[in-house]
T-cell receptor, first 111, second 112 residues
Framework: GESVGLHLPTLSVQEGDNSIINCAYS??????FIWYKQESGKGPQFIID?????DKRQGQRVTVLLNKTVKHLSLQIAATQPGDSAVYFC??????????FGGGTRLMVKP | NAGVMQNPRHLVRRRGQEARLRCSPM?????VYWYRQLPEEGLKFMVY????????ESGMPKERFSAEFPKEGPSILRIQQVVRGDSAAYFC??????????FGSGTRLTVV
């Protein structure tokens, strides 16, 4: 669901560990999903995307998993680095070109 | 390729004034989208435009807000008679067609 003025959930990991960030989406008709990274004071930056006809997609150090049965999306970051510290948003494409964003998760990487 | 350019980066307006936010899409992109972000929240869709056309404005407040994307020049998001609740970060994105969004760095509007 969407956050309503609440503080963002925070995931704190040790540098070098793997991170898993989760997202639930609401519309079973959504056919395209994207993960974005947003650093303080900046716009969202594309990380990886996946279409609904896939259940897994890998990039460089990142993997996105899609479970359509339970409408769940996850982002896995391998060997997390301090530069990965940011807020991560999932977004779904419901209709036309409009994206609907989730509430975000703050990732903090401890050196 | 300069990316999506938004200006100004920061804008301060007194209550009742007008705010104009500009967005120049990436070269070759004909689709522009505006989103609003409140602190600690995700981005909320406002409006989707193509050159000289508003395609979807379902996220735009019915009053005081308007957007345009003229044949020449940047897209403009205009907020008339601003109120404190309009304070937010406003992000523009562009794409060549479906998907392939690229976001700008945003304009942070503060209403005092």
């Amino acid at each position: 669901g969407e956050s309503v003025g609440l503080h963002l959930p925070t995931l704190s990991v040790q540098e070098g560990d793997n991170s898993i960030i989760n997202c639930a989406y609401s519309n079973s008709a959504s056919d395209y999903f994207i993960w974005y990274k947003q650093e303080s004071g900046k716009g969202p930056q594309f990380i990886i995307d996946i279409r609904s006809n896939m259940d897994k997609r890998q990039g460089q150090r990142v993997t996105v998993l899609l479970n359509k049965t339970v409408k769940h999306l996850s982002l896995q970051i391998a060997a997390t680095q301090p530069g990965d510290s940011a807020v991560y948003f999932c977004a779904e494409n419901r209709a036309g070109n409009m994206l609907t964003f989730g509430g975000g998760t703050r990732l903090m990487v401890k050196p | 390729n300069a990316g999506v350019m938004q200006n100004p980066r920061h804008l301060v307006r007194r209550r009742g004034q007008e705010a104009r936010l500009r967005c120049s899409p990436m070269k070759g992109h004909s689709h522009v989208y505006w989103y609003r972000q409140l602190p600690e929240e995700g981005l909320k869709f406002m409006v989707y435009l193509q050159k000289e056309n508003i395609i979807d404005e379902s996220g735009m407040p019915k009053e005081r807000f308007s957007a345009e994307f003229p044949k020449e020049g940047p897209s403009i998001l205009r907020i008339q008679q601003v109120v404190r609740g309009d304070s937010a970060a406003y992000f523009c994105a562009s794409s060549p067609s479906e998907g392939g969004y690229t976001f700008g760095s945003g304009t942070r509007l503060t209403v005092v």
